[in-house]
């Protein structure tokens, strides 16, 4: 897929629909981000990190049993599960923090459902030497015991949202609202190629090292 327009949009999905206190921040992440992805420096130590620390390259493993039943189809799994914490979504928050350290951000922020997705911020934090404060929804805070544990075992501080559902979406809004008040140093770490750009394009610029892994042994 091409990169976003001058406008950020992928065809005609995209753009940056935010308070006008997020405008700067937004754009301020977008220069930098911009700058460390044509920095060679800033690419050799992400990949340096996704090498040495998050355990890549993940492996590929045909799944016998399953392609059997598939009518003649080869499946062939990515095994994600064998980076450190368990999942994909350390490399995303390994690139976006060093990103933060890059832009000499004091303190990182982030949401989270399930809670993978603050494990992984919260660990890359440890590593890189930021504080980290997660958001969560109560409900979720509940189901997800294990990993708030994990969160708040590697020093990140985990903030219960009972506003609402109780979940994700009013996590979100609760970090938003942080950044929109800490922008100058704090920054906010999203954890899916979703949001206002240039969030999607940063998330899509970080994790495509397991497409590009896949495509070079197939």
């Given at each position: 897929?091409?990169?976003?327009?001058?406008?950020?949009?992928?065809?005609?999905?995209?753009?940056?629909?935010?308070?006008?206190?997020?405008?700067?921040?937004?754009?301020?992440?977008?220069?930098?981000?911009?700058?460390?992805f044509?920095?060679?420096l800033?690419?050799?130590?992400?990949?340096?990190?996704?090498?040495?620390?998050?355990?890549?390259?993940?492996?590929?493993?045909?799944?016998?049993?399953?392609?059997?039943?598939?009518?003649?189809?080869?499946?062939?799994?990515?095994?994600e599960?064998?980076?450190?914490?368990?999942?994909?979504?350390?490399?995303?928050?390994?690139?976006?923090?060093?990103?933060?350290?890059?832009?000499?951000?004091?303190?990182?922020?982030?949401?989270?459902?399930?809670?993978?997705?603050?494990?992984?911020?919260?660990?890359?934090?440890?590593?890189?030497?930021?504080?980290?404060?997660?958001?969560?929804?109560?409900?979720?805070?509940?189901?997800?015991?294990?990993?708030?544990?994990?969160?708040?075992?590697?020093?990140?501080?985990?903030?219960?949202?009972?506003?609402g559902?109780?979940?994700?979406?009013?996590?979100?809004?609760?970090?938003?609202?942080?950044?929109?008040?800490?922008?100058?140093?704090?920054?906010?770490?999203?954890?899916?190629?979703?949001?206002?750009?240039?969030?999607?394009y940063?998330?899509?610029?970080?994790?495509?090292v397991?497409?590009?892994?896949?495509?070079?042994?197939?």
């Open positions: 897929m091409p990169g976003p327009d001058e406008r950020g949009y992928y065809g005609e999905y995209g753009g940056r629909f935010v308070p006008e206190v997020l405008v700067a921040p937004l754009e301020e992440l977008e220069a930098a981000a911009t700058a460390a044509e920095d060679q800033f690419c050799a130590e992400f990949h340096r990190l996704l090498h040495d620390y998050v355990g890549r390259p993940t492996p590929l493993w045909t799944a016998g049993n399953l392609s059997a039943v598939c009518a003649g189809a080869t499946i062939v799994l990515k095994r599960d064998c980076n450190h914490t368990g999942a994909h979504k350390i490399v995303n928050a390994v690139g976006q923090a060093l990103l933060a350290r890059r832009m000499r951000k004091k303190r990182i922020i982030a949401e989270t459902g399930a809670g993978q997705h603050g494990v992984a911020a919260a660990t890359a934090g440890a590593l890189l030497g930021l504080p980290v404060e997660i958001y969560m929804g109560s409900d979720d805070i509940e189901r997800q015991a294990l990993n708030v544990y994990l969160m708040r075992l590697l020093g990140a501080r985990v903030h219960a949202v009972s506003a559902s109780r979940t994700l979406k009013e996590a979100t809004n609760e970090a938003l609202r942080d950044w929109a008040s800490t922008a100058l140093d704090t920054a906010y770490i999203i954890g899916s190629a979703v949001g206002p750009h240039p969030y999607p940063i998330v899509r610029q970080f994790v495509r397991i497409g590009d892994e896949a495509r070079a042994v197939m």
